[in-house]
């Protein structure tokens, strides 16, 4: 395979055949016959042979694609990448300790500066990284549950979507535990790093928040996609017993139809009728029924300008806002003072008003994002009508457990 020797080389052929590989990125997710690109390279098949032969583009038989590497490199700058990359993160944060480990038992200055530029490129590429991940873990939650019409096929892509979630998650707070704890980074001279270090940590905050609302928005999804294949199964089963003749026999199906008073909507049917022009010219009454209508119309548009702008579709909705209705910090102060977790509380605390159990359990999700450092985020889980739910308690219950068992010991 031929190689590249200076990077203006590898520049002026991605320039050259600029239009060849937008058509190829274009199309990249269906098998591209190499008869529907000759026209782009004038019919040169020598073209295709020299960009081949440098693993620009992949051949096989009559098929053309994209390199792989090229691929990646253009979904990751256009961000239109589909695959979540936890082990990217980790890798990066292996080598991070990696060339850590060598910049604290260099002497030689150079050396020491070439570990540390090391170390920056890699806490930079886990900061692009994970919030591109973020990005599309939401994108892929939206899309499968928006777009896919197979209802199995569509719970198992929630449930491997969940799964990259968690995985995400515990790499995130890895990264977080080594540069918060790790003496190196606390101890850090060097401005750019600790900027870098700065920006990261403002990363990877925003990323668990988002990562706790994509979680609350893959188990509604989960739900719903249980009580749409409940309703199916029974659709089906009523189906089944009409054709075979039992529908009046085993059921009261009819009995509920007869009192059903639904009428089903319809939209208004409208007739246009034309006016000859005969009539239009001649007729008197009519010429003064479009003066009429003309100067109502005009007088419409001069009102239209001293009216206020059209309310946003978001201010009629009939939404509940948790936040502007219930006080966060102080319901927090009363769960400090509580025995018991925050799930079972958020739950049985009466407030002033009725609130159901969906905004309550989007209350406990806000709860445990805002006040994170202030609870005690245990590793045994709860359910609740097929809702799984971390125990969380005051911080303080882990401090008096820790301090029962000093005792102890």
Known sequence: MAKFEKIEELIGDLYKYRKLFAALFDKRMFPIQEEMILPIVDHDTEKLEHLAAYNLLFRNQSQVSLDSRLQEFFEEFLEVDETVHVLYIQENLNQIKTNQSYYLKENQ??????????????LRRIDQVTLQNVKTLRNNTDETYKTETNFEIKKEKLTNIRSQRDALEGVIKAVERLIQEDIFFKTATDSELQLIVHRLRITLNSSFHNLIEIQQQIIEYLNHIEKRVQIVEKVLQLKSLRDKHYLKERTNFYQLAATNQDIPISQAESYRTRLSISVLLNDEETQKLIFKVR???????????????????????????????????????????????????????????????????????????????????????????????????????????????????
């Open 109 to 122: 200055a150079t050396k020491r500066e070439q570990y540390l530029i090391k170390i920056k490129k890699h």
């Open 295 to 409: 100067n109502k119309i005009k007088n419409r548009k001069l009102l239209a300008l001293n009216i206020a702008g059209a309310i946003s579709e978001e201010a009629l909705t009939d939404q509940e806002q948790i936040e502007e209705t219930i006080n966060l910090h102080g319901l927090k102060q009363i769960f400090m003072g509580k025995n018991q977790d925050l799930f079972s509380f958020t739950m049985q605390h009466r407030f002033n008003k009725e609130i159901p159990a969906s905004q309550r359990i989007k209350l406990f999700c806000h709860l445990a994002s805002l006040f994170e450092s202030e609870f005690y985020f245990t590793d045994q889980t709860g359910t609740y009508e097929q809702v799984e739910y971390a125990l969380i308690y005051p911080s303080k219950l882990n401090d008096q457990s820790s301090a029962e068992q000093r005792r102890t010991n």
